[in-house]
């Protein structure tokens, strides 16, 4: 049985990441700063009859990745989901929006790799999974610091495909378009009056070509394809998962 590393695997993409991983026979391990969203992740793989342990951890700090990493004795796969979101351009994205952003999107991604690469070795290799973003190869509008973060996971995906890919690490990264998750729903209610929500949704559909958005399982359906043996010979690869929009737009 593989050990699992999923940051963030307490809701929306994560959460389906976590349980397909899980149903794939890997025990899975689960950070979240949120420890109670996490465990409710583990008791879904454990009630399907999957392994599953939930850690809590601040992805953004090296002090708790570090710790974290200290009690996992051995990592196949590491899946790097946790991630937030901003809006802004750039004269109106503050120092301190961009430091946050920076801080969970790309030194959450940066610890992660930084702890469990080594691990990797010792056992031989594995495989690694970025969450980067259609925002990491096209412009999107009013998205400055979250492109800059994911851009950046982009960039990290290549390097650690390059720098380990004759030591049996394999590095991908996913660039899912708008992703239908309590997130969505949550920026909403956050935004927009309760009469004006349906329309918003349906905007926000019809900015993938394919005329809706993504499901949070079809996301899950691809990490798992790319952490699975089954995908042995593809590496330094960034996947489009976007209903068109990359190139169809």
């Not at 796969?77 to 790309?106: F, M």
């Not at 190869?137 to 492109?147: E, L, M, P, T």
């Not at 349906?202 to 359906?221: D, T």
């Not at 699975?228 to 998962?241: L, P, R, V």
């Amino acid at each position: 049985m593989k050990n699992a590393i999923i940051t963030g695997g307490g809701s929306g993409i994560g959460r389906a990441i976590a349980e397909r991983i899980a149903q794939d026979g890997n025990h899975v391990v689960i950070l979240d700063l949120q420890e109670e969203t996490g465990e409710e992740t583990v008791a879904l793989i454990k009630e399907t009859g999957g392994s599953a342990e939930c850690l809590q951890c601040d992805v953004s700090d090296t002090e708790s990745v570090r710790a974290v990493f200290e009690k996992i004795p051995r990592v196949d796969i590491l899946v790097n989901c946790a991630g937030i979101a901003s809006i802004g351009n750039v004269t109106n994205t503050t120092p301190e929006e961009l430091d946050k952003i920076y801080g969970v999107n790309v030194k959450g991604i940066y610890h992660c790799l930084h702890f469990a690469v080594p691990k990797m070795l010792a056992e031989g290799g594995g495989a690694v999974l970025n969450m980067a973003s259609i925002a990491s190869k096209v412009g999107i509008q009013d998205r400055f610091a979250y492109s800059m973060s994911k851009g950046a996971a982009l960039s990290m995906t290549l390097s650690v495909a390059k720098d380990y890919i004759d030591q049996g690490i394999r590095s991908n990264c996913i660039c899912p378009a708008r992703v239908h998750t309590p997130f969505v729903d949550g920026y909403l209610e956050k935004n927009y009056p309760e009469e004006e929500r349906a329309e918003m949704f349906e905007k926000l559909s019809e900015y993938q070509p394919i005329g809706r958005m993504g499901k949070p399982s079809e996301i899950a359906e691809l990490a798992s394809f790319l952490c699975s043996e089954k995908a042995s010979f593809i590496t330094g690869s960034a996947y489009d998962i976007d209903g068109g929009c990359t190139l169809l737009r």
